[in-house]
């Protein structure tokens, strides 16, 4: 049985239409502020704002579908041989839609709420929607289950140890420039098997001896990273 974690970043979910949050016109922080949006500072002074903008980030993603990398990687979770568990960068539910069930989110997920007192304590959201007024069970007004700026990534953690065991590591539709995320490829074992599948030139010699570059988009890179995996 070979042990297969796949890391991937916004550059999968934005084939599917998802805007990533920095990158080119359409970056999400374009037109908004950091401070403004995805602190725990905001959600003090401008707690209506902080929800209408995860309000309205459901919304699109509720109007996208799964790609072909999403469906690759969750039929990939059925072959026989291969334990694959997957850490993902994104809050969308592209993953899960696609069908895949061991899916770790680093930075939260936007189809649930959190307490505001207890980062762990979430609650499913029913819809696009969250009710400013709406409180958790243990009495703190609910907030969006995202890892905001400045904020420790309680599942770090278990993304490093899951790593850390991997014979192959498949890196997704991230840059490796986000941290503490991007430093779990820094923890794998020296023997693993590293594909990383991105269309731009990136250097990765910092990475080691054992990685593969596929330059192509996730939904093309994604299938033919998994085939070469089958193989191995």
Same mark, same amino acid.
């Given at each position: 049985?070979?042990?297969?974690?796949?890391? &991937?970043?916004?550059? #999968?979910?934005?084939?599917?239409?998802?805007?990533?949050? @920095? %990158?080119?016109? *359409?970056? !999400?922080?374009?037109?908004?502020?950091?401070?403004?949006?995805?602190?725990?500072?905001?959600?003090?002074?401008?707690?209506?704002?902080?929800?209408?903008?995860?309000?309205?980030?459901?919304?699109?993603?509720?109007?996208?579908?799964?790609?072909?990398?999403?469906?690759?990687?969750?039929?990939?979770?059925?072959?026989?041989?291969?334990?694959?568990?997957?850490?993902?960068?994104?809050?969308?539910?592209?993953?899960?839609?696609?069908? &895949?069930?061991?899916? #770790?989110?680093?930075?939260?997920?936007?189809?649930?709420? @959190? %307490?505001?007192? *207890?980062? !762990?304590?979430?609650?499913?959201?029913?819809?696009?929607?969250?009710?400013?007024?709406?409180?958790?069970?243990?009495?703190?007004?609910?907030?969006?289950?995202?890892?905001?700026?400045?904020?420790?990534?309680?599942?770090?953690?278990?993304?490093?140890?899951?790593?850390?065991?991997?014979?192959?590591?498949?890196?997704?539709?991230?840059?490796?420039?986000?941290?503490?995320?991007?430093?779990?490829?820094?923890?794998?074992?020296?023997?693993?098997?590293?594909? #990383?599948?991105?269309?731009?030139?990136?250097?990765?010699?910092?990475?080691?001896?054992?990685?593969?570059?596929?330059?192509?988009?996730?939904?093309?890179?994604?299938?033919?990273?998994?085939?070469?995996?089958?193989?191995?």
């Amino acid at each position: 049985m070979k042990n297969v974690v796949i890391f &991937s970043g916004s550059g #999968v979910s934005a084939e599917s239409g998802i805007p990533t949050f @920095r %990158s080119g016109v *359409d970056g !999400l922080w374009n037109n908004h502020r950091i401070e403004d949006i995805c602190t725990h500072e905001a959600m003090e002074w401008n707690r209506k704002g902080v929800i209408e903008f995860y309000n309205d980030l459901r919304r699109q993603m509720f109007s996208k579908k799964p790609n072909a990398a999403h469906l690759a990687i969750a039929a990939f979770e059925n072959t026989p041989g291969f334990n694959v568990r997957i850490v993902t960068q994104n809050v969308d539910d592209l993953h899960e839609r696609a069908g &895949s069930r061991n899916v #770790v989110h680093l930075h939260g997920e936007l189809r649930k709420l @959190r %307490s505001s007192i *207890d980062e !762990l304590a979430t609650v499913d959201l029913d819809g696009w929607e969250q009710d400013p007024d709406a409180r958790h069970p243990d009495g703190s007004l609910l907030r969006p289950y995202i890892v905001f700026f400045g904020e420790g990534v309680p599942y770090y953690g278990l993304a490093a140890e899951l790593v850390s065991e991997a014979d192959v590591l498949l890196v997704v539709g991230t840059s490796l420039q986000v941290y503490p995320a991007a430093g779990l490829v820094q923890v794998a074992k020296p023997d693993a098997k590293i594909f #990383v599948v991105d269309p731009s030139d990136l250097n990765l010699s910092y990475i080691g001896g054992n990685v593969t570059h596929i330059k192509k988009p996730a939904s093309v890179g994604v299938p033919e990273a998994i085939e070469l995996i089958k193989a191995l």
